[in-house]
């Protein structure tokens, strides 16, 4: 069985002089730091041997080029197979060398849609808009932007009408709404800085769907438990799941505002929990102690040593920590589909919030302590759940004509 040991004889050969080691070596330092295997290490300093190799062989002393690494990869697709993970390792080997200096990026070739992307970015920012909005805005208005956009032609009504209708047709309503709203937004950008003569804002016609028209979707105290017991808490994977889902559950957070977490917003002797949640908002809510105890256990037990203050952090490699809401709703989901839970059930990690304020109904809680757990920030929000109280509408009903009576 073969073992892979960076002391293996011949491993470095022909990297102990060239002049970019140090790149290699930090890139060891990173992936080790990040517990990669014993294994991903050793192939990802084959490929660096391989590539330095290479570029003796064809480019001698010329100085570093940013597509060597992809000429590397093409040659030696023409002559062998390419290793699994060269490509990765080569990528990984490239970053360190731009971070290094030894190695420039390629220069940006911009066009009158980049240039009027940085300004409406720019723009954001000074509004104050979050990164994870801004680039949600970008997000849109790029293509938009690339497809009708040359500097010269005037917008016309008709041709963003006609884009929003091209561009329609294969998303949701939800996905629709937020395109329409990003597009009018950098249409009154260009309108403000002179670049179209009218506002054409108005020519797009409005998405909206009324978030109120349908019933919230819910799960059942007990297949919320059953949830929560799906997590298998004999493993570091299934303790950190247990404490992220806890969080779900208990306290009704969002993704993103558990994913977030550091270990500086737990006030373990106050029994405390800040949350920062939407627009930078802060909370403190009551941290309940068997919420308390899955976070402890986790923290203690299995959260990796790290620089980093996030308390979630991934189980396999890289093991960094929670940096968007990604994991946290994919955990949900996993969890979701081990407990058996099917249907309509949507929103893998919102349905736990869902879940806690129709719990919260139906044992008798007010909208307004509703909203004030959930932390809404218009009043008005938590009337959704006024819907799931089958009971308190029933006895609003009126009397059915001819009925009993």
Not at 47 to 69: M, V
């Amino acid at each position: 069985m073969q073992t892979y040991s960076l002391s293996t004889p011949g491993l470095w050969t022909g990297l102990e002089d060239w002049p970019h080691r140090a790149c290699v070596d930090a890139v060891v330092a990173a992936m080790q730091a990040e517990r990669y295997s014993a294994k991903s290490i050793y192939q990802f300093v084959q490929s660096a041997r391989r590539f330095a190799a290479w570029r003796g062989e064809t480019t001698g002393d010329a100085p570093l080029a940013y597509d060597d690494t992809d000429r590397s990869l093409a040659h030696r697709r023409a002559t062998a197979v390419v290793p699994n993970g060269q490509r990765k390792a080569l990528a990984r080997l490239r970053e360190a060398m731009v971070q290094a200096g030894v190695l420039s990026l390629p220069p940006v070739v911009s066009g009158p849609a980049d240039d009027i992307l940085q300004q409406f970015e720019a723009s954001l920012v000074r509004r104050g808009y979050k990164p994870k909005s801004v680039g949600s805005y970008i997000w849109f208005a790029r293509p938009f932007l690339q497809e009708l956009w040359d500097g010269e032609t005037e917008l016309t009504a008709g041709a963003v009408l006609a884009y929003i209708e091209r561009n329609a047709g294969q998303r949701s309503t939800t996905t629709v709404r937020i395109m329409c709203s990003r597009i009018r937004v950098l249409l009154r950008f260009l309108h403000a800085e002179g670049q179209i003569g009218a506002d054409l804002a108005a020519a797009i016609p409005s998405a909206r769907g009324d978030r109120s028209a349908g019933l919230p979707s819910y799960l059942a105290p007990d297949q919320v438990e059953a949830v929560l017991v799906s997590c298998d808490r004999d493993t570091v994977a299934g303790r950190r799941d247990h404490a992220v889902l806890m969080l779900l559950a208990r306290l009704g957070l969002r993704a993103a505002e558990v994913a977030l977490l550091t270990l500086d917003d737990v006030d373990w002797r106050a029994g405390v929990l800040r949350v920062i949640g939407k627009g930078g908002r802060v909370a403190q809510m009551p941290l309940p102690s068997d919420v308390g105890e899955a976070l402890a256990v986790y923290i203690r037990r299995d959260r990796p040593a790290s620089a980093s203050r996030t308390i979630f952090h991934r189980v396999e490699t890289p093991c960094g920590p929670f940096t968007t809401s990604t994991p946290v709703i994919l955990i949900a989901r996993r969890a979701l589909r081990r407990a058996g839970v099917r249907g309509s059930v949507r929103g893998a990690s919102h349905v736990f919030r869902h879940s806690l304020a129709t719990h919260l109904i139906r044992s008798g809680a007010s909208l307004n302590e509703i909203g004030q757990v959930l932390r809404h920030q218009e009043p008005d929000t938590a009337r959704i759940y006024a819907k799931v109280d089958v009971a308190g509408l029933r006895s609003l009903s009126l009397a059915w004509p001819g009925g009993a009576r």
